[in-house]
């Protein structure tokens, strides 16, 4: 299979039968899959991966095609409107995209899909974690993160790729990776389709790092991937209507923040993900709104019961279905002067995490820049089984990609 002689449309319907073909007749399957938070980061690097490392299998390849897999259900794809607004760049719709409705169900998975005949590479993340883990994580052969090393990947990957380095974005890295057989794989009449998957790749890497502005968060690898992404871009597209990454940039920014529509609860779900440490259960939330809107959203929809006791219903409802022992909602907003900002709060629910708590902000206080948040009438810390806090983080430039290791650190 030519990935750049194949739209992305195509590239996925062949994938898409590759995993039936895979399931049906027991045959060898490689599956490249994001975080569980399945961001626009995990989606582009799963797809990017799975569509160029498809042009050119290494020759001792598991298997001649890669399926990018979407690490949430189908129906969750709604919850992702920058993911929608993004999609149609490429000819794309949400019925395109491989996702976790593709798999078995649970009680068949493994028969179906037995794990020695599969092979998983991880990108945006080095852990495979929830109930894939445990099943697939053994036959975990490759890795592309920009995350902390978890050292859950095997040091020898043979002829996948095995990357964890710092970088704005992970499809960056992807990028940068996959570049040489990108390069020697393309062809004139493939401009077009090569334009297109560049835009989604871009796409991430913008939104990551603020259109290259964030100074905290851009290093080499994500300028040298825009400087090639933006070529392959220009090379597809007509020349009398030139690419405007800005104006892409604020269409994909500006449709990541329309949350408005969604309940609390899936917007909580929307960027959430979980870890477990010493049997403990860990979840973090990021919300692309401040949690003063997450009050007006728990006041609108929980009218009537004690407004004082609103939003923690919501958020209480939302951690024993996932029976969390420790919950963190992680937000990011503009403030009224046009200030990027960060509110972190943090929720304990046994008198044993709330001393982990307590043990993370200690030591993390000064590395995050936390502050006491204005109003004060959220804070619970004088009840250890539910304890609360919220905090301003004034190191904005610290994402949960720093907040989730302290936070386990603590809980260890």
């Known amino acids: 299979m030519s990935a750049p002689g194949i739209s992305l449309k195509a590239f996925l319907s062949k994938a898409r039968s590759a995993l039936q073909s895979a399931r049906e ?50 129906a969750d794809i709604a919850l992702r409107p920058e993911l929608l607004t993004l999609l149609p760049s490429a000819d794309l719709s949400s ?40 099943i697939y994580g053994g036959y975990v052969a490759g890795v592309v993160d920009h995350h902390e090393e978890e050292n859950q990947v095997p040091q020898d990957t043979g002829d996948e790729a095995r990357i964890v380095e710092k970088a704005g974005s992970c499809t960056s890295l992807v990028a940068n990776y996959l570049r040489g057989s990108w390069e020697s794989s393309s062809i004139l009449e493939a401009s077009l389709y090569d334009a297109q998957a560049a835009k989604l790749a871009l796409a991430s890497i913008l939104i990551d790092t603020t259109n290259l502005k964030s100074k905290g968060k851009v290093t080499p690898h994500d300028e040298e991937a825009v400087k090639f992404l933006e070529t392959k871009i220009a090379a597809g597209t007509d020349p009398s209507r030139p ?67 609103r939003l923690f219903q919501i958020i209480d409802r939302f951690c024993r279905d996932r029976h969390l022992e420790l919950y963190a909602i992680m937000t990011t907003s503009t403030s009224t002067k046009g200030e990027f900002q960060r509110e972190l709060l943090v929720k304990a629910f046994t008198e044993t995490d709330a001393k982990a708590v ?20 959220l804070d619970r810390v004088a009840d250890n089984e539910m304890w609360t806090k919220v905090w301003w983080q004034r190191k904005i430039e610290h994402s949960r990609k720093l907040v989730a290791p302290l936070l386990r650190a603590a809980m260890s």
């Open 25 to 74: 007749y027991k045959r060898n399957i490689t599956l490249v899959i994001g975080n569980e938070s399945a961001d626009l980061d995990s989606f582009t690097c799963s797809l990017l991966y799975a569509y160029i490392r498809s042009t050119k299998p290494p020759r001792a390849a598991f298997s001649p095609t890669y399926v990018p897999l979407l690490n949430i259900p189908r």
């Open 95 to 134: 019925k395109d995209i491989i996702t976790l409705s593709d798999l078995p169900d649970e009680a068949e998975i493994e028969t179906e899909l037995p794990p020695q005949n599969t092979r998983w590479i991880l990108v945006d993340h080095n852990s495979l974690q929830g109930s894939l883990g445990s």
């Open 243 to 309: 690419f405007d990454r800005t104006a892409f940039f604020e269409e994909i920014s500006q449709a990541k923040l329309n949350i408005g529509s969604l309940k609390l609860e899936d917007i909580l779900r929307k960027d959430y993900k979980q870890w477990t440490e010493n049997g403990r259960r860990l979840g973090i939330s990021s919300v692309v709104k401040p949690i003063s809107f997450l009050q007006q959203k728990a006041d609108a929809e929980e009218a009537d019961s004690d407004k004082s006791n």
């Open 358 to 377: 307590k043990k993370f902000a200690d030591k993390a206080s000064d590395a995050l820049g936390l502050e006491d948040w204005e109003n004060s009438s």
